[in-house]
């Protein structure tokens, strides 16, 4: 038997091995993505339920968008004329 076999079936051992406990010792999930998600969910609630709060985000996101299209677009992205933006289906 050549030198290499062995050597290659302990290479072959300690990857299946290895990829075993990795499999088993998942991490954790990013504790600032939690948070980032929540933060945009409160955003998305206030930015639908306040009126001014909304205004003021247009007023800053697309005031200074000077071609019209696109001024027209962010707007858009905001509810169209100022009312809320349609509300996104939760899905389980």
Known sequence: MPKQVPAA???ALL???TGHVSAQTQTPPDPGAAA???QSQTYEQVLQS???FRAKRMQEE???VT???LHANCVASFGGDGA???R???QH
């Open 84 to 86: 809320p933006p349609p």
């Open 62 to 64: 697309c005031g200074p």
């Open 9 to 11: 079936l302990a290479a």
């Open 67 to 69: 071609d019209p299209e």
């Open 88 to 90: 996104k289906s939760r």
């Open 36 to 38: 980032n998600v929540r």
């Open 50 to 52: 306040n009126p001014s």
């Open 15 to 17: 990857l299946a091995f």
